[in-house]
């Protein structure tokens, strides 16, 4: 399914090989792996990058996938520098992997972090894997060099189980600027693998590669080769349930995360940043689409809503989508309450604050007990008008010498006499309106 969801040719039949090395995290000397036959070859995966300086401009780019494999999975290193020790942790040893190998497309760390937001998403959204980076479900090793343009690649290092999209970014600027440090002041670059600390924000070296490696592969002698078919191929008389049709997992392929952002932006009229965040937030385009079903509000009012004042109360709190003590009922029932006029921008931001401190109250119940509905008494709006005209002459005679700010100043007069009850554009007519007369 997920060689598929990136475009790749799947082989109806791949080989297991042993690749043979030795380290304390792998007890066994060999891992089982895809060396000459992997099961999926040949994929690309497409992702956006916003660059500019408010950072509203999207290039799209593609970087080529070499292959898709299934592995063993190593032990754990864990390194503890106060007492010199490394402890080994195998409780993952031998547990099954898939492994994704990128050609060498990608220039700078942002691209490698935004190609691995996307992929995770994608694996999320297939169920292939929850992809938690921080909990060790998605790892990712880089291997960077660096070259003039036109001469043939450098010889690389790698820097192994980053475990963050930021890390990895990081990592990567770091490491293509020692490299080029270390060629322009006359050294030569190591085929190592490193690590990267992220206190000091820099990589380290963890052990020479000494070269090119031979791994002596071998074929797998304990498992058989994995074979697929598509419905053309599939032998008559095959129970379906017994083998691995290619033809039918694409066909239970879910709306991969590409397509999701162009419905949204085709359908709501979204900015293509704004869809990205929806996407890359967990539970968030189900709490937006939910609160899009209640709300007679336009689709980009609610966009505003989800994306600033909502998820800024989620990441001032530190939480996830799935704690937050506000419903997409509760955010749409407010969104009614300002569509209608029945409350302020002002009040609405004020009822949503509460909303979030008093869970279990409904907007309309904090409207009302906090006294926050709008004026809805034009002839009692008009009255007050007159009154703060005829208290502040001199703002009215600025007014008439056409000075922009003079309104503003007796709207927030007019405003301010009601408690912020009055609507700033009702206040704006009549006071034209009384100017004119």
């Not at 060396?35 to 660059?51: C, D, E, H, K, M």
């Not at 000075?403 to 007019?414: D, M």
Request: proline share 5%; net charge neutral.
């Amino acid at each position: 399914m997920t060689g598929l969801a990136l475009n790749c040719r799947i082989n109806k039949k791949s080989l297991f090989d042993r690749k043979h090395y030795f380290y304390a995290d792998l007890p066994a000397g060999y891992q089982i792996t895809q060396q000459r036959l992997p099961i999926a070859v040949n994929g690309s995966l497409a992702y956006s990058v916003f660059v500019g300086k408010k950072r509203s401009q999207v290039i799209n780019k593609t970087v080529r996938i070499k292959q898709i494999q299934l592995e063993q999975d190593s032990g754990k290193s864990l390194h503890d520098d106060l007492r010199s020790q490394t402890l080994i942790d195998l409780n993952r040893a031998g547990v099954g992997l898939l492994e994704v190998v990128l050609e060498p497309d990608m220039s700078c760390g942002e691209d490698a972090a935004t190609a691995v937001r996307e992929l995770q998403l994608i694996l999320q959204t297939l169920g292939t894997s929850q992809a938690n980076m921080a909990e060790g479900q998605l790892r990712v090793d880089a291997n960077i060099s660096v070259h003039h343009p036109g001469e043939p690649l450098g010889v690389r290092t790698e820097v192994k189980n980053l475990n963050s999209a930021r890390f990895l970014a990081k990592a990567i600027d770091y490491e293509i600027q020692r490299q080029i440090s270390e060629l322009e002041n006359g050294g030569e670059i190591l085929n190592e693998t490193r690590s990267f600390d992220y206190k000091l924000g820099c990589t380290v070296p963890m052990r020479d590669k000494e070269g090119k490696q031979d791994y002596r592969f071998i074929p797998e002698p304990n498992l058989p080769p994995l074979l697929l078919y598509d419905s053309a191929s599939l032998p008559a008389g095959t129970d379906p349930q017994q083998v691995i049709n290619i033809d039918r997992i694409r066909e239970r392929l879910p709306e991969l995360p590409s397509v999701t952002r162009d419905k949204l932006i085709q359908q709501y009229g979204m900015l293509p940043e704004h869809s990205l965040t929806l996407l890359n937030e967990v539970g968030l385009l189900e709490f937006f689409q939910n609160v899009i079903k209640e709300t007679r509000a336009e689709p980009k009012k609610v966009t505003s809503w989800v994306l600033n004042t909502f998820l800024g109360f989620l990441k001032q709190q530190n939480l996830a989508v799935s704690e937050s003590p506000v419903t997409p009922s509760a955010l749409a029932e407010l969104l009614n309450l300002l569509d209608r006029k029945t409350i302020s921008s002002s009040a609405a931001k004020q009822v949503f604050a509460e909303l979030w401190k008093s869970e279990g109250k409904t907007p309309a119940q904090i409207v009302s007990e906090k006294k926050l509905e709008l004026m809805q008494d034009r002839e009692t709006l008009e009255q007050l008008c007159h009154a703060t005209m005829e208290q502040h002459p001199h703002v009215v005679m600025d007014m008439k010498k056409g000075n922009p700010r003079a309104i503003n100043k007796l709207i927030g007069l007019v405003r301010k006499a009601t408690l912020s009850r009055a609507d700033p554009t009702v206040i704006k007519e009549i006071l034209e309106k009384k100017l004119s007369a």
